[in-house]
């Protein structure tokens, strides 16, 4: 089972004012077939084809928050089967712009950081992006990682490892 992104069993998603929105069985229907292939080269036509599915329905319903799942389904595709990470980028920038009180934002703004730095090796906007969701998200449970990133952002692997082997050192000195 291979889809990080789907879960066929919800067949609706709550919104803001309460009512549910109902997905269509286009949707359902792939993310259970998605679900079932374990050979990432053979589940990519499908994911594909439920990534355009996600977001002709988000489109058609853009002012209803629940879409911000359907748009987080479609950056996790693009991550996990496409490796597009700049497709990946653009839709976790959609939900921290136009969806930013869902419970989809935080990671997104997290998101943005990391793939600024692990797959564009932009290290100024990473620290940027990552900023503003410490900034924004104060207490979340990526924080550590955030601020992990941010200490080693930029740094060449060699001087991370001597950073670590000098913490370690000072930590058993202090011990």
Same mark, same amino acid.
């Given at each position: 089972?291979?889809?990080?992104?789907?879960?066929?069993?919800?067949?609706?998603?709550? =919104?803001?004012?309460?009512?549910?929105?109902?997905? +269509?069985?286009?949707?359902?229907?792939?993310?259970?077939?998605?679900?079932?292939?374990?050979?990432?080269?053979?589940?990519? +036509?499908?994911?594909? !084809?439920?990534? !355009?599915?996600?977001?002709?329905?988000?489109?058609?319903?853009?002012?209803?928050?629940? =879409?911000?799942?359907? =748009?987080? !389904?479609?950056?996790?595709?693009?991550?996990?089967?496409?490796?597009?990470?700049?497709?990946?980028?653009?839709?976790?920038?959609?939900?921290?712009? #136009?969806? +930013?009180?869902?419970?989809?934002?935080?990671?997104?703004?997290?998101?943005?950081?990391?793939?600024?730095?692990?797959?564009?090796?932009?290290? #100024?906007?990473?620290?940027?992006?990552? #900023?503003?969701?410490?900034?924004?998200?104060?207490?979340?449970?990526?924080?550590?990682?955030?601020?992990?990133?941010?200490?080693?952002?930029?740094?060449? +692997?060699?001087?991370?490892?001597?950073?670590?082997?000098?913490?370690?050192? #000072?930590?058993?000195?202090?011990?």
């Amino acid at each position: 089972m291979l889809c990080g992104a789907c879960d066929a069993k919800k067949q609706k998603e709550e =919104v803001s004012s309460g009512t549910a929105l109902e997905i +269509p069985n286009a949707i359902t229907g792939l993310e259970a077939e998605l679900a079932e292939i374990d050979n990432k080269t053979a589940a990519i +036509p499908v994911a594909r !084809k439920l990534e !355009k599915e996600l977001l002709l329905f988000a489109t058609e319903n853009k002012k209803d928050t629940s =879409v911000a799942q359907l =748009v987080y !389904k479609a950056a996790r595709l693009n991550e996990t089967y496409f490796e597009n990470y700049q497709e990946a980028f653009g839709h976790y920038n959609s939900i921290a712009e #136009d969806y +930013p009180e869902t419970k989809y934002a935080p990671v997104s703004f997290f998101k943005r950081g990391l793939i600024m730095e692990t797959y564009f090796k932009k290290s #100024d906007k990473a620290i940027y992006y990552l #900023d503003e969701y410490l900034r924004k998200y104060p207490g979340h449970k990526l924080n550590d990682m955030a601020k992990q990133i941010i200490t080693t952002t930029g740094v060449d +692997p060699r001087d991370l490892l001597e950073r670590i082997k000098q913490k370690e050192a #000072d930590t058993t000195a202090i011990n």
